[in-house]
């Protein structure tokens, strides 16, 4: 009985180490998957609020829309759009808001390209629960996840605000 009792803890407890990430390993993967999809094509515009156009991935929702700040619904997930049509692509004023907010984030990325500015950043809110924030100029996006998901999630985000178009 102490035999089976023990191969069952010890395969939950491998099951469990299985499914987490540690966070090197998750700074590295959002930095990557971010950065290449900034510096990708944008995808195109699939959905329009007011002065301007976005792409929308399958599995998002809009929950409300409101001048220019969206609030979209992933699953259980939500996730805030901010565009400030009167910052051009290669403003830095989220970004330094941003900075301000954060104490000490675990991941602080910028990207550059001839006129765009873009960023990934990552503060930990709490045990295996962060923060992220995605922004190109004056478009950003954030949202609060686990963290097997930050970097799938940073990807995301980028690909929506490469997307927006005013």
């Known amino acids: ?10 395969a939950s ?8 990430i540690n966070e090197e390993e998750m700074q590295t993967a959002t930095i990557d998957q971010t950065k290449k999809t ?16 976005y792409h929308l991935p399958e599995g998002y929702k ?36 941003l900075l ?13 390209d001839k006129d765009r500015f873009g960023y990934v950043l990552v503060d930990k809110l709490e045990e295996d629960e962060y923060e992220v ?3 190109i ?6 949202t609060q996840t686990d963290g097997r998901n930050v970097a799938d999630t940073a990807e995301q985000m980028m690909e929506i605000v490469s997307s927006v178009n005013y």
Not at 75 to 90: A, H
């Open 38 to 53: 900034f510096t990708s094509k944008p995808a195109a515009a699939n959905e329009e609020s007011g002065s301007f156009k």
């Open 1 to 10: 009985m102490k035999k089976i009792l023990a191969g069952m803890i010890f």
């Open 137 to 142: 100029g004056g478009v950003k996006m954030t």
């Open 133 to 135: 924030s995605a922004g």
């Open 100 to 112: 301000e907010q954060y104490k000490d984030p675990i991941v602080k990325e910028t990207f550059e």
């Open 62 to 97: 809009v929950e409300s829309a409101k001048n220019n700040n969206l609030i979209f619904k992933r699953d259980d997930e939500q996730f805030i759009l901010f565009v400030n049509d009167k910052e051009k692509e290669d403003s830095t004023v989220f970004y330094d808001s």
């Open 13 to 20: 407890l491998f099951s469990l180490l299985a499914c987490t």
